[in-house]
């Protein structure tokens, strides 16, 4: 999978409409009397030069009108009259690149005549690029001084990108210099990427020091794949001596998955030779999960050829999750061909969860077919999971379709997920089982999920129901929740379960926490409080 740092040219490009040939519709281009006229009048620009940095410069950009502005004025309009026509496109880009760029500004100012946005952004761009390779900061100020929106956006990028390619350095230092935000972040992308492709090292360097941040991370993982294109052995050395930090720990992994790609017994001699420790597991976790998303029997392969057995059933995980995303049944035909126990559990369970993100009945059935109980058992939690993200009342479906242990670890894990999302939902859903230590277990599991998000909204519920079993599991379990927050209510709450010995442990569990908090105010209740003789003997005395 390569990865590359996009130019906010092609997005800016994108953005604007600025789609070339098939995708433009056949229209009469006119550029207007004005705008034609307007190119006899010179550009004023305000030269952004600065003395540090190596640009050639052009001198005067005053041009009158001439023949070559007019021919360059009529291949536009030839162009734009007929934009299925690729060569009509190319032959007014090769037109543009041989201009001499001091001529490029008056036939700017006629391209503003051209009616139609999308082919005006076309051929600016064109213009603006050629005006960049001779004189930058003429081209920038150009371009700053024009008014905001996504056409500004889309020149700026082509001159970013135009400067990059001929001195990456000194638009580098320019981009440095922008306002913190955005732009100064698309610009840093934009020249590091072109930097990237003559002097990657380089490149890679002022990545590094760039300030902490997401950009930084993202700008030194994508320059180094890059690099690791070009030169893989050069890439790791690099990234070798890096020390660890937010991005840098994942550098090596990620140079090692590009490298693999073409030479992969190399990448295994490689790995072999690191030190045990995670940075050689994420290492191999890195590459497995690489090549297995282009061909998993390749990654298979590689794996077979690691010659340590710890790392060979090290990449068995990345393997099966990167598989599973594709082929979830080969995948799970490989896990109970080549694994037993817990770890077979673990990848049955990461399949499921993997194949209900796209399938969930099929997975569900696949589960349900196998004949093993523990395996079925740690994979129907996970697809009924997975489901429950999306369609919790689905799942709640597929939920009565199980028994036993099953059904009670997969009901626990929906009346969590439903809980956070729709807890009145999920109450109605709970409140309709029957009665039993399920509906029990999952009452609590409700309420003990409800009260993190809407403790208030979870006492509510508590009120409007019945005494029995299922109340007093969940009201144990409110009290449980709340104890370290409100002791006082936790221990009110408690007094009111029916069943003795439930409520007597309930009641001391949030008077023990009661007086971890403010014991003063514990003390005080507990003794004027109606609770047994022997509770208040056995906090009171040792609280003083």
Same mark, same amino acid.
């Given at each position: ?12 490009? %994108? ?20 705008? %034609?006229?307007?190119? !006899?009048?010179?550009?004023? =620009? ?11 410069? $052009? ?5 009158? +009108? &001439? ?39 008056? @036939?700017?100012?006629? =391209? ?7 082919? /005006? ?30 056409? #500004? ?8 990108? $135009? ?20 732009? /100064?972040?698309?610009?840093?992308? $934009?020249?590091? &990427? ?19 941040? +997401?950009? /930084? ?20 050395? *690099? ?12 550098? @090596? ?26 940075? #050689? ?7 497995? /999960? ?14 077979? #050829?690691?010659?340590?057995? +710890? ?21 799970? #035909? %490989? ?22 993100? +796209? ?6 059935? *696949? ?17 009924? !999971? ?16 199980? &028994? ?13 997920? *439903? ?28 309420? &003990?999920? *409800? ?76 003794? !004027? ?16």
């Amino acid at each position: 999978m390569n990865h590359r740092i996009v130019a906010i040219a092609v997005t800016a490009a %994108f953005a604007s409409g600025l789609v070339v040939g098939h995708y433009a519709s056949p229209r009469e281009l006119k550029v207007s009397r004005q705008g %034609f006229e307007r190119s !006899s009048q010179p550009i004023a =620009v305000a030269s952004t030069a600065s003395p540090n940095l190596d640009i050639p410069q $052009t001198g005067s950009v005053e041009v009158s +009108t &001439s023949s070559t502005a007019e021919s360059m004025i009529a291949a536009i309009q030839n162009a734009a009259a007929h934009p299925a026509n690729r060569h009509l496109y190319a032959e007014l880009s090769n037109s543009v690149n041989a201009l001499d760029p001091g001529k490029i500004p008056p @036939l700017i100012n006629a =391209v503003q005549g051209v009616p139609n946005q999308r082919e /005006r952004n076309i051929f600016m761009s064109m213009l603006i690029s050629r005006w960049a390779e001779a004189d930058p900061p003429a081209a920038l100020a150009y371009v700053q001084a024009k008014n905001g929106g996504a056409e #500004k956006n889309g020149l700026l990028s082509s001159v970013v990108t $135009t400067w990059a390619k001929q001195n990456a350095e000194a638009a580098y230092n320019w981009a440095s210099g922008l306002p913190v935000g955005q732009g /100064r972040d698309d610009a840093m992308q $934009t020249v590091l &990427s072109q930097w990237a492709a003559t002097d990657p090292e380089r490149a890679a360097s002022a990545a590094l020091a760039l300030p902490q941040g +997401t950009i /930084r991370d993202q700008a030194i993982a994508e320059l180094s794949q890059q690099w690791a294109e070009k030169d893989p052995r050069a890439a790791v050395v *690099w990234a070798e001596k890096l020390e660890a930090g937010n991005a840098e720990h994942q550098i @090596l992994p990620a140079v090692l998955s590009t490298w693999a790609q073409n030479e992969p017994d190399a990448v295994a001699a490689y790995v072999t030779s690191l030190a045990s420790g995670e940075a #050689k597991d994420r290492a191999v976790a890195a590459i497995t /999960r690489e090549l297995a998303s282009s061909d998993p029997r390749t990654a298979l392969s590689w794996i077979e #050829k690691l010659p340590d057995e +710890t790392m060979r059933q090290g990449a068995i995980e990345p393997l099966v999750s990167q598989w599973s995303q594709s082929d979830p049944q080969e995948a799970a #035909k %490989f896990a109970l061909d080549h694994s037993t126990g817990e770890v077979l559990q673990n990848l049955l369970a990461t399949i499921s969860y993997e194949w209900a993100q +796209t399938d969930p009945s099929g997975a569900f059935a *696949w589960a349900q077919s196998l004949s093993d109980a523990t395996s079925r058992e740690a994979i129907v939690p996970g697809v009924v !999971s997975a489901l429950a993200e999306e369609n919790p009342r689905s799942a709640a479906e597929m939920i009565s379709q199980l &028994s036993g242990d099953t059904q009670l670890i997969a009901a626990g894990s929906l009346i969590s997920q *439903w809980a956070s999302n729709d807890p009145q939902a999920a109450s109605a859903w709970a409140a309709s089982l029957a009665q039993g230590e399920a509906r029990d277990q999952l009452f609590a599991n409700l309420v &003990s999920s *409800w009260a993190k998000t809407d403790s208030s909204g979870a006492e509510a519920w508590l009120n409007s129901l019945t005494s029995d079993s299922s109340r007093d599991a969940a009201v144990s379990a409110f009290a449980t929740r709340i104890a370290s927050v409100d002791p006082q209510l936790a221990v009110q709450w408690a007094a009111t379960i029916s069943e003795p010995r439930a409520r007597d442990s309930e009641i001391e569990a949030a008077i023990e926490s009661w007086f971890e908090v403010d014991p003063a105010k514990a003390s005080a209740w507990l003794a !004027s409080s109606g609770l047994p003789d022997e509770v208040k003997v056995h906090f009171l005395p040792s609280r003083g």
